[in-house]
């Protein structure tokens, strides 16, 4: 197999189409190299575009060079850098602009909504104090003498202070850890019901006791009181709404990628429909593979294909029947038997072969790379100073034996955008220093894994809206849809709820386990 | 018209023959209310727990007599042996004091026989 067959040029960077053409196969040495953005049809009869050889684009210099050099990494290193010579789609520049706006836009919006609710709940806090303390500041004299009575109250009053504190600092101081589009219901109606209630214990007090002068001071403490419970019990209820009630799995949620169709099934609670689609992306993250946009052109390019090369001539007269012609050129081309689903199976196998000999390939050169590194005792570390490494440069001393294996692999799996050189060095070093196994090691590269392990700035998915026919802050019901749009792809969710199930039991007495020999005999008379 | 009923029955005179000490019918007997009957390829009816004959030695007295395989033995010298263990099945017909034992035996070729001759 020529070592040109297997180089794809490829493009990183903003404009993420990736070329590639496996039918090198068929037309020769040709290489495709689209500059136009991915929304472009191409049709595959169409002429080839050479690369001018000057062209900076990563990942290109190292197929020409490929030959007997292994350090070549640094040229096909996937850095994104901002001086790349190729030009930028109009998409690509509506990507930037909205990156930057929306991250100053949205940093208001948080910290208003988080200072309200600071001024607030400091206000709440300090509330039953001042209640304590108003009345002796302004009319100490006054006051009834309550001694043991009071006392006591004073402590309750102190602990269940500290409770709260305590209890609120738990449940409500968290990062921030995600924007949503609307308000989240429960938050605000439990702000609405302390404001409203501390409020009217305000109101009342200030009628009732600052006005008159009540001297009945015992009485006073206990009203303090009676509002610390009270908002003791509102405590109770934000931990009910807001962590307690989504907790039961109510309903099942499928969620299937558009492009290439990877599902996952998650239970979710009683949510809203924002809710859900936050938990639904915090699980994107760890359970769906990376989004590999090079994965995807081989059935584009089919497609395109299918559709080429079929012209409509109007032979009736003048007349744009536009809805006709469309659908007699699907007639035709479904008639039309062509050999496509031929081409895919050798094609699929063809890869599958290649994948798997190159990474028989990767696997022994690694377990070779691995052996030549030791790990040295303690009392050797004194015999041989001169010799010894830390994990980084072990490290740097066994890649470039397993660099250009790795490389192949990677090129051949379409990953190779996102590894780079400088990460992979860092990962063998780990590696080393934990004493992991080259299996252990290649973990990371043999398959795909999910978003979270790579770069973000591979992740193609970092701003997502959500598309819903029912408003985002009502409850998850049986048979919602809704579409959680990233600029390359969308997910999309379906709810079903759990069934009802019906269990009903039946006893087995241990003592009704009894069997019975079952005979067949012939006798001869 | 009336209705008549025959009695799909046949009777069997089967005359022992002496080897030895033992006197031998020349047939092999299966099923009993204690065996399975599911497990009887000659019966019609799977709960039937009657003796079947499940082998017949050639040229043995059992053949000579007529006896066929398959053949539900209903009665042995006036014995009821429908509803009898497999082991007093045995004991019925190979009482040593017996020189002939006289079968009633039914047997499903013989109901469609009739039936036929019925009908045609």
Known sequence: ?525 | SHFTFFSFQQRIEIHKLRQGDNLILGFSIGGGIDQDPTQNPFSEDKTDKGIYVTRVTEGGPAEVAGLQIGDKIMQVNGWDMTMVTHDQARKRLTKRNEEVVRLLVTRQSLQKAVQQSMMS
């Open chain 1, 1 to 525: 197999m020529s070592t040109a067959m297997d180089t794809e040029s490829t493009y990183s960077g903003y404009s993420h189409y990736s070329g590639h053409s496996k039918k090198a196969h068929r037309q020769g040495r040709d290489r495709h190299k689209p500059p136009r953005s991915k929304d472009g049809s191409r049709s595959e009869k169409s002429v080839t575009i050479q690369t001018p050889p000057a062209e900076p684009l990563l990942g290109n210099d190292a197929s020409r060079t490929e030959e007997g050099q292994d350090d070549n990494w640094g040229e096909t290193t996937t850095a994104i850098t901002g001086t790349s010579e190729h030009s930028i789609s109009q998409e690509d520049i509506a990507r930037i602009s909205k990156d930057l706006e929306d991250s100053v836009g949205l940093d208001c919006k948080r910290y208003l909504g988080l200072t309200v609710a600071a001024v607030l709940g400091l206000l709440v806090f300090l509330t039953p104090i001042a209640f304590i303390l108003l009345p002796q500041i302004l009319w100490r004299d006054d006051l009834e003498p309550c001694g043991t009575a009071c006392e006591g109250l004073f402590i309750s009053v102190a602990f269940k202070l500290l409770i709260l504190l305590i209890g609120t600092w738990a449940l409500f101081f968290r990062q921030p850890k995600a924007d949503i589009p609307r308000v989240f219901v429960f938050r605000v109606l439990l702000l609405v019901l302390i404001f409203l209630f501390v409020f009217s214990y305000w109101l009342f007090y200030g009628v009732r006791i600052l006005d008159s002068k009540d001297t009945n001071y015992q009485g006073i403490v206990q009203y303090a009181v009676s509002l610390v419970d009270a908002l003791l019990f509102i405590h109770y209820l934000a931990i009910v709404l807001l962590e307690l009630r989504q907790l039961q799995p109510m309903f099942t949620v499928k969620v299937v990628r558009s492009t290439d169709g990877e599902s996952r099934y998650y239970s979710l609670g009683h949510l809203s429909i924002q809710r859900a689609a936050l938990v639904v992306l915090e699980n994107y993250y760890r359970d769906f593979t990376v989004y590999n946009p090079a994965l995807l052109t081989a059935s584009k390019s089919r497609a395109a294909k299918h559709m080429a090369g079929l012209k409509v001539y109007n032979v009736d007269g003048p007349g744009n029947n536009a809805s006709g012609q469309s659908r007699a050129m699907i007639a035709a081309a479904a008639r039309r038997r062509d050999s496509s689903h031929n081409e895919l199976y050798y094609e699929e196998a063809d890869h599958e072969r290649r994948v798997k000999k190159r990474r028989a390939r990767l696997v022994v050169a690694v377990e070779e790379a691995f052996t030549h590194i030791k790990r040295l005792q303690a009392e050797e570390q004194q015999k041989a100073p001169g010799e010894m490494m830390d994990p980084r440069e072990a490290a740097q001393a066994i890649f470039p034996s397993m660099a250009r294996a790795l490389q192949k692999y990677l090129r051949t799996t379409r990953q190779q955008q996102y590894h780079s050189m400088e990460s992979i060095l860092q990962h063998l070093s780990f590696c080393i220093t934990n004493n992991m196994t080259p299996k252990a090691f290649l973990e990371r590269y043999l398959n795909p894994g999910p978003t979270l392990q790579y770069d973000r700035d591979r992740w193609f998915s970092k701003q997502w809206t959500l598309v819903s026919e029912e408003a985002v802050t009502s409850g998850l019901q049986d048979g919602i849809v809704f579409v959680l749009k990233c600029l390359d792809f969308s997910l999309v969710v379906n709810v079903k709820k759990i069934p009802f199930i019906k269990l009903s039991e039946e006893f087995i007495d241990p003592k009704s386990h009894k069997f019975v020999l079952r005979l067949q005999s012939e006798t001869s008379v």
